[in-house]
């Protein structure tokens, strides 16, 4: 009994101050930040999801280079 089979995981910008979220992105076309049920934490309720073209951004220390 799965009640998300339209909905998809993904990771999710505030339109208002760019912090990313773990989000689902809802079969309505609305995207809900995980356990963010009021919003972003800066008040903002307009979220974008992040597509791949960030995927070529690295988490990694690159400062000794």
Do not use: H, W
Request: charged residues 40%; hydrophobic residues 25%.
């Amino acid at each position: 009994m799965d009640d998300s089979d339209d909905n998809r995981r993904t990771i999710a910008a505030c339109e208002q101050c760019g912090s990313l979220y773990a989000a689902l992105e809802l079969s309505d076309d609305k995207i809900r930040p995980i356990g963010r049920r009021d919003g972003c934490r800066c008040g903002g309720t307009d979220f974008t999801a992040v597509d791949d073209s960030l995927s070529d951004l690295s988490l990694e220390d690159d400062s000794d280079e």
